[in-house]
């Protein structure tokens, strides 16, 4: 009988063993993959249509985005207003996305009305016509929502410190400016869309209480399209970075804030390295109880909130730091985070706090875990990036046992002040 007298045993999450639900896989006859989780005890699935239709492979600024957005602006037989009510009418709703490589149509609905809704998807992704009155409305509104964001130093830092660490050229550096929004037709989203959605490369994700002819209704909708099975691979473009590494930049004369960028190159997912910065970049900065936090917000009172991570790209990628802090101590900030890097450079992390930050790490997991729309999200992860379920596995393999003397040597290899670009904007 279970003694009320003793408290029970705190068990830390490091000692827990987890397990990544394997998915199902089917082959639309087109070639189309499906990855599918059959899990949860509500009558609900999320459905996602990711296409390599990102702005990697637009052929001017905005056009990829504009695309994604105005596949709900109206089909060949349906004008914006039934796109939406059909969705409404079931009580579903539909989003999209765009990335740098990949965009994204999703599907949330009761399982039930899955094939209610799978034809109207269809429509949008093979006859969407872009109305121009459409088109007029989402510049006008595009526009608007862009002028009101430059006017924010954090927006505008975000923008800028990409550019500077990718170069303006590459899709993960160019931005929009308000004439790339003048400049897009109807005849350039056509295009796009044939090319990239009609035609384009596809993979599907489903997650949820699925019925029992889930690839019979995918198959009669999606396996007859010009669809075509992703290779994995997207575009490869060379890094132009800027050579300058400090800029200081003046957006509102009357800002009292500083948003400050710090950003260095870092290799992606594949390299043996990435999971390693996960662990020491959640004791840099990575949680709210980091020594970012710990000194710039909790001691020195500079900001709210300071993190750092490390971009989530299927190509090139970076480590970045993120605050906003009041302009009279932006410089302030800054020297504080070279300081923190230098303790990691040259003092190992006691036990006490590698055990939190691994046990804090090991939950994050767990939760992403919980549920059937968690677990998918970890599997197109992995799947977008090229990876397999050995990574997932590997990382947290290295939560558990990466020692502080591996971290202290990652600390000497990547937290070089001089290879930090650093922006403030005010």
Known sequence: MLNRAEAPLIKDAIEFSLQLKPYQ????????????????????????????????????????PATNHMLKNGTSTKSAFEINEAFEYFGAYCTRACYNETAV???????????????????????????????????????????????????????????????????????????????????????????YYVNGSCVIFVAGKLPADLFEQLNKQFGTLGLKPTNGQPPTNNIIAA??????????????????????????????DFTKMMVLNTVFGGYFGSRLMSNIREEKGYTYGIHSYVQNHLQNTALMISTEAGKDVCEATIAEVYKE?????????????????????????????????????????????????????????????????????????YFIPDNFY?????
């Open 341 to 413: 890097m230098q303790l990691l450079r040259e003092e190992l992390i006691d036990e006490e706090e590698l055990l939190l930050v691994r046990n804090y790490l090991i939950g994050i997991i767990l939760g992403d875990l919980d549920g059937p729309f968690h677990i998918i999200s970890r599997w197109k992860n992995i799947v977008l990036n090229n990876l397999d379920e050995n990574y997932f596995y590997h990382s947290i393999d290295t939560i558990k046992t990466i020692s502080a003397e591996e971290l202290k040597v990652l600390a000497n290899k």
């Open 105 to 195: 149509v999703s599907l949330h609905t009761l399982s039930k009305y899955l094939n209610e809704l799978l034809p109207v998807i269809k429509e949008m992704i093979t006859s969407s016509v872009f109305p121009e009155n459409e088109l007029n409305i989402y510049k006008q509104n595009s526009k608007q929502k862009l002028s009101v964001n430059l006017q924010k130093c954090d927006f505008v830092a975000n923008r800028l410190i990409d550019a500077y660490v990718y170069g303006e050229p590459h899709p993960y550096g160019q931005y929009i400016i308000a004439e790339d929004y003048d400049n897009l037709t109807v005849e350039q989203l056509r295009q796009h869309f044939d090319k």
């Open 25 to 64: 896989q089917y082959v639309l006859d087109n070639g189309v993959k499906i990855y599918a989780i059959d899990a949860g005890s509500q009558e609900v699935l999320q459905m996602e249509m990711v296409f390599y239709a990102g702005n990697s492979y637009e052929t001017a600024n905005a056009v990829a």
């Open 422 to 426: 650093e922006l403030v904007v005010i």
């Open 243 to 272: 050579t300058q590494k400090k800029y200081r930049i003046q957006n509102d004369p009357k800002g009292v804030q500083g948003a400050i960028r710090m950003a260095t190159h870092f290799p992606n997912r594949h390299h043996p």
